[in-house]
């Protein structure tokens, strides 16, 4: 099955990040590199998001002109900052690989239907 | 077996034999089908069925080919479409119970993280132990749709997100395992605290308990956690003769009748509580609950109760699993392998925590009348009457108001 898995950052997390030493900050994504490469036999797919501030969002209205609003569909703490598109066996397989997933706190898993 | 009068006991001897039964079949069709979902279709059906005609005709000398039979007929039948299960099905025949038990996949696909606790409750009930929605429904008292609506999400989400049908990993199986204890230890307690004759007709949810538990331990013998919660369900069960006065009245630890209890099913449950605490030396929650109960058990009398040891056992309880709830617990022992006063402050920084739990004020109001501080006390036991829903639970405590 295939399974997405998508990367969601909370507010500690980025401050975190940005309090960060310079060599702290390349350890970390050091580790996320390690990730990708012990698990790239079953990424079949992933990315990087830009920062939330960059985000625009459209709301479609039948029949009428959409409307388009800065910022991230829903407004909060959470945000999905990434993803990655994973082909497995079943969803514990899934979860074995969110589990070791070195950055930011919080990972969403979904079956890609 | 012969014919079953009608009546709640023939009835819940009908649940048992389904209950023994059902659960194999499940996980043997699930097995063969490779879809959860449809297999628990066709074991429910044949549950259904099987609790219907039973009463009126007999219970067949062969339960589990009879549900069987139901269940391959009804598939051969619904699932004319799916021609790759009607293959499988057709040719299967049930044998005699096979070798190997696949039920402990059962539970651990019902008891999945990905599903939520109730949905886990549900589906373990209703797959697990062969209870009906009507039935789960009635244990529960929430409406039949509801547990209905649980039930198909539950199923739905098992389908779709892929949850497998098979024993997790080594390295993922004690948090697994905690899970799985965590539904069996609810379930129980859920049984246990709503038990008052009000709901005599409703199943016996500390009995599902008690059979889910015994399941487990004999499929993961090597698990002293396991043991651990078996032994607390049966030290408990032991002493349930005594818990209600004959008005169904809750009758407290300290009043109840000690000779009503079960004297040979608690040296039973003690001692496989020791064996599996001496033979892995791995303790944990459950091991160390029931330690604490076999300590209320064995006392002669409420007073004689070895309090310093139940103390400790609370402490090593508190270091592995932090409660608030367990603190509370704690303090409760203090009070008599120490005193009232020292119980008290023990409570002091509970209160934040536990606003809204019953069992919190009623013990201040204990402890409050216990040192004279009377319209305190009152004021405690108003606070948790408040507080709970529990028909035998308020008497006693209406009862307190009425001469504190």
Known sequence: MKYVLMFVETEEFAKELETMGDPERENAYAAVGRWFAEHGSKITHHAHLAPVHTATTMRL??????????????????????????????????????????????VEIRPVS | ??????????????????????????????????????????????????????????????????????ARRRGLDVLRRETNYRAKLAQMTWVEPSQRDDRLRLIFTCCHPALSRAAQIALTLRVVCGLSTAQIAAAFVVPETTVAQRLTRAKRKITEAGIPYR????????????????????????GYLSSSGVHA????LVDDAEYLASLLAGLMPDEPEVAGLLALIRLHRARGAARFDDREQLVLLADQDRTLWDHEAIGAATALLVRAARAHRRPGPYQLQAAIAACHAEAESFESTDWPQIVVLYDMLLHLAPSPITRLHRAIALRYASSPGAALDELKDLDRVLENYLLLHATRADLLRAVGRNAEARECDERALALTANPAQQALLEERLSWS
């Not at chain 1, 409307?67 to 959470?78: L, R, Y």
């Not at chain 2, 034999?17 to 449809?38: C, T």
């Not at chain 2, 007709?201 to 016996?204: E, H």
Request: hydrophobic share 45%; charged share 25%.
């Open chain 1, 61 to 106: 209205r039948r029949g009428e002109e959409p409307v388009v609003t800065d910022g991230p569909f829903v407004e909060g703490k959470e945000v999905v900052s990434g993803f990655a598109e994973v082909e497995v066996a079943d969803l514990d397989e899934a979860l074995k690989i969110a589990r070791s997933w070195p950055a930011c706190p919080i």
């Open chain 2, 167 to 190: 024993i997790p990993d080594v390295d993922d199986l004690p948090a697994r395992l905690d899970g799985a204890l965590a539904v069996i230890y609810l379930l129980f307690n859920e």
């Open chain 2, 1 to 70: 077996m012969t014919a079953s009068n009608s009546g709640p006991n023939s009835e819940q001897a009908l649940a048992h034999v389904v209950r023994d039964h059902a659960g194999r079949l499940a996980a043997s069709l699930v097995s063969l089908l490779g879809d959860f979902s449809a297999a628990e279709d066709l074991v429910q059906d044949a549950v259904e069925t099987a609790l219907r005609r039973w009463p009126v005709e007999e219970v067949p000398e062969r339960p589990d080919a009879w549900l069987f039979t139901v």
């Open chain 2, 201 to 204: 007709q409703a199943r016996d």
